[in-house]
C-alpha cells in the first residue's frame, strides 16, 4: 500500500469529542488503503495511554506532548508578526523534524491534514497529493466570539477572525482539496476563497448507529421521578460553556415553572470554573467526565443544544437523535444539518420560546418512554461515516 502522512493538531484517539470522533473516523478508514504515519500533537496526557491502539492502525505513530501553558506563551508571537495565534501555538520543533524526516526518506505519496492550523507542515511534501480537512471555517467562528466579548477579548477575537479568515484561504488555495464537515460550510470557504471553489468539498460527519442504538440495555443515571433535560459536550469549550450558562440561567427557570421535576444535567469532561458554579443553581447537576455518554441520552427527556456560536455539524445533536431523543436546538446549532426538515426536533432562539418548547418536548417524551424513532431513522439515513467517507477516497485516488 501507499504510505500516507496524517497530521492532527489532537491525536485522533480517544473519540470522546467532536473533531477527534472525526479524526479517528477518517484515520480509520485510510489505514484500511494506505500505510498510515501519525503524527499528532497530545494536550491531554491521558491520551498517551492509548498509543497502542494507533499503533495496531497505523504503520507509524509518532505523538509530540503539547504543553498548553508554554504554547500560549509561544503563541503570543503571532501578536508581533501579523499571524493567526493558532499558528505559533502548533509551531513545535520536535514535530517540524519529525515530518522532514519523514519527506527525506520519500516513503509518502499522500498527505492528509486534519485542521489548518496543522497545514505548514504539509510545506514539504509539496508536489504529491495533499488534502486539508478543514472541518470547520474557524475564521467566522472567532469573528462571532469577538462580538459577544467586551474589549480587550473583542479586539484579539476580532484580529483573529481576520487574520485566519486571509490563512484559510491561501490553504485552499495551496492544498488540492479541502473539507469541510457540511455542505453550508463549504459554502462558507467558496465566499471567502472564491478562486478555489471548485476544490472544496462537504464531506459530513457520521454517527456510529450500532454504537448508539436505544435498543441496548442501560441503566438510568436519574433519581427516579425527576424529568432530565441533557447537555452533552466538552465542558472548557467556550461555546459549550456559553451555551449551558444561557441555558441554565435564562431558560430552566421558566421550564421548571412548567414542569417542576425538571432537572438539567451538563454532561462533559473538563468542567470551567463557570460551569461548576452552575451546580449551586436549583435543579442544574454538573458530572464532569463520565465513562459513558449513552445512559444519559437513553434515559433523558429532551437533549438540548442551546449553542449562541456554532459551526458545523454538531455531533451531540446527531448523537441524541441516533439513541431515539427529542432535540431542542438553537438555530445556530442546526446551522450544521443539510437535510431538512429534522424529524423529532424543535428550533428556538429566545428564552421564552426555547423554555416552551422544552416543557412540551418533556411532556411528550412522558408519554413515549421507547424514544422518538423517526430522529433515529433520519441519521440513519443521511449521516453515515461509510457514505461521507466514500467522497475522502475518491479524492485521494484523484
Same mark, same amino acid.
Given at each position: 500500500?501507499?504510505?500516507?502522512?496524517?497530521?492532527?493538531?489532537? @491525536?485522533? %484517539?480517544?473519540?470522546?469529542?467532536?473533531?477527534?470522533?472525526?479524526?479517528?473516523?477518517?484515520?480509520?478508514?485510510?489505514?484500511?488503503?494506505?500505510?498510515?504515519?501519525?503524527?499528532?500533537?497530545?494536550?491531554?496526557?491521558?491520551?498517551?495511554?492509548?498509543?497502542?491502539?494507533?499503533?495496531?492502525?497505523?504503520?507509524?505513530?509518532?505523538?509530540?506532548?503539547?504543553?498548553?501553558?508554554?504554547?500560549?506563551?509561544?503563541?503570543?508571537?503571532?501578536?508581533?508578526?501579523?499571524?493567526?495565534?493558532?499558528?505559533?501555538? %502548533?509551531?513545535?520543533?520536535?514535530?517540524w523534524d519529525h515530518v522532514r524526516g519523514l519527506a527525506a526518506q520519500r516513503s509518502i505519496e499522500r498527505v492528509f491534514v486534519?485542521?489548518?492550523?496543522?497545514?505548514? %507542515?504539509?510545506?514539504?511534501?509539496?508536489?504529491?497529493?495533499?488534502?486539508?480537512?478543514?472541518?470547520?471555517?474557524?475564521?467566522?467562528?472567532?469573528?462571532?466570539?469577538?462580538?459577544?466579548?467586551?474589549?480587550?477579548?473583542?479586539?484579539?477575537?476580532?484580529?483573529?477572525?481576520?487574520?485566519?479568515?486571509?490563512?484559510?484561504?491561501?490553504?485552499?488555495?495551496?492544498?488540492?482539496?479541502?473539507?469541510?464537515?457540511?455542505?453550508?460550510?463549504?459554502?462558507?470557504?467558496?465566499?471567502?476563497?472564491?478562486?478555489?471553489?471548485?476544490? @472544496?468539498?462537504?464531506?459530513?460527519?457520521?454517527?456510529?448507529?450500532?454504537?448508539?442504538?436505544?435498543?441496548?440495555?442501560?441503566?438510568?443515571?436519574?433519581?427516579?421521578?425527576?424529568?432530565?433535560?441533557?447537555?452533552?459536550?466538552?465542558?472548557?469549550?467556550?461555546?459549550?460553556?456559553?451555551?449551558?450558562?444561557?441555558?441554565?440561567?435564562?431558560?430552566?427557570?421558566?421550564?421548571r415553572k412548567r414542569r417542576p421535576d425538571a432537572r438539567f444535567y451538563i454532561v462533559g469532561s473538563n468542567p470551567a470554573d463557570?460551569?461548576?458554579?452552575?451546580?449551586?443553581?436549583?435543579?442544574?447537576?454538573?458530572?464532569?467526565?463520565?465513562?459513558?455518554?449513552?445512559?444519559?441520552?437513553?434515559?433523558?427527556?429532551?437533549?438540548?443544544?442551546?449553542?449562541?456560536?456554532?459551526?458545523?455539524?454538531?455531533?451531540?445533536?446527531?448523537?441524541?437523535?441516533?439513541?431515539?431523543?427529542?432535540?431542542?436546538?438553537?438555530?445556530?446549532?442546526?446551522?450544521?444539518?443539510?437535510?431538512?426538515?429534522?424529524?423529532?426536533t424543535a428550533t428556538a432562539e429566545e428564552p421564552d420560546r426555547f423554555a416552551a418548547e422544552v416543557a412540551a418536548a418533556v411532556?411528550?417524551?412522558?408519554?413515549?418512554?421507547?424514544?422518538?424513532?423517526?430522529?433515529?431513522?433520519?441519521?440513519?439515513?443521511?449521516?453515515?461515516?461509510?457514505?461521507?467517507?466514500?467522497?475522502?477516497?475518491?479524492?485521494?485516488?484523484?
Amino acid at each position: 500500500m501507499s504510505g500516507l502522512l496524517f497530521l492532527a493538531h489532537r @491525536v485522533p %484517539y480517544p473519540p470522546n469529542k467532536g473533531d477527534k470522533i472525526r479524526s479517528y473516523h477518517v484515520l480509520r478508514h485510510l489505514a484500511a488503503r494506505y500505510e498510515v504515519h501519525l503524527a499528532a500533537f497530545v494536550d491531554d496526557e491521558r491520551d498517551l495511554a492509548h498509543a497502542d491502539v494507533l499503533r495496531r492502525i497505523c504503520k507509524s505513530v509518532h505523538l509530540v506532548p503539547l504543553n498548553p501553558t508554554r504554547a500560549r506563551i509561544r503563541s503570543l508571537a503571532g501578536l508581533l508578526d501579523g499571524r493567526p495565534l493558532g499558528l505559533p501555538y %502548533y509551531h513545535d520543533r520536535a514535530m517540524w523534524d519529525h515530518v522532514r524526516g519523514l519527506a527525506a526518506q520519500r516513503s509518502i505519496e499522500r498527505v492528509f491534514v486534519f485542521s489548518s492550523t496543522m497545514a505548514p %507542515y504539509a510545506g514539504p511534501f509539496a508536489g504529491i497529493p495533499r488534502i486539508l480537512d478543514m472541518c470547520d471555517v474557524d475564521s467566522d467562528k472567532w469573528t462571532q466570539y469577538a462580538r459577544r466579548h467586551s474589549w480587550p477579548l473583542s479586539w484579539i477575537y476580532g484580529r483573529e477572525g481576520e487574520l485566519l479568515g486571509a490563512f484559510e484561504r491561501r490553504c485552499a488555495l495551496d492544498f488540492d482539496a479541502t473539507l469541510l464537515a457540511s455542505d453550508n460550510e463549504a459554502e462558507c470557504l467558496r465566499r471567502l476563497a472564491p478562486e478555489s471553489a471548485k476544490k @472544496v468539498h462537504s464531506m459530513r460527519n457520521g454517527v456510529d448507529v450500532e454504537f448508539f442504538d436505544p435498543a441496548r440495555e442501560f441503566a438510568s443515571p436519574f433519581a427516579a421521578g425527576e424529568e432530565p433535560i441533557v447537555f452533552t459536550g466538552a465542558m472548557d469549550y467556550w461555546a459549550n460553556i456559553d451555551a449551558v450558562t444561557w441555558f441554565a440561567r435564562e431558560v430552566l427557570p421558566a421550564v421548571r415553572k412548567r414542569r417542576p421535576d425538571a432537572r438539567f444535567y451538563i454532561v462533559g469532561s473538563n468542567p470551567a470554573d463557570a460551569v461548576r458554579r452552575l451546580a449551586s443553581l436549583p435543579s442544574v447537576i454538573v458530572t464532569g467526565s463520565v465513562p459513558d455518554v449513552r445512559p444519559y441520552l437513553r434515559h433523558a427527556r429532551v437533549v438540548v443544544a442551546p449553542l449562541r456560536v456554532a459551526r458545523g455539524i454538531q455531533n451531540k445533536v446527531l448523537e441524541a437523535l441516533a439513541m431515539s431523543r427529542f432535540v431542542v436546538f438553537t438555530p445556530a446549532a442546526m446551522e450544521g444539518l443539510d437535510y431538512r426538515p429534522v424529524p423529532a426536533t424543535a428550533t428556538a432562539e429566545e428564552p421564552d420560546r426555547f423554555a416552551a418548547e422544552v416543557a412540551a418536548a418533556v411532556e411528550s417524551a412522558n408519554g413515549s418512554p421507547g424514544g422518538f424513532v423517526a430522529g433515529r431513522q433520519y441519521v440513519c439515513q443521511h449521516y453515515s461515516w461509510s457514505t461521507s467517507l466514500a467522497r475522502l477516497t475518491g479524492l485521494l485516488a484523484a
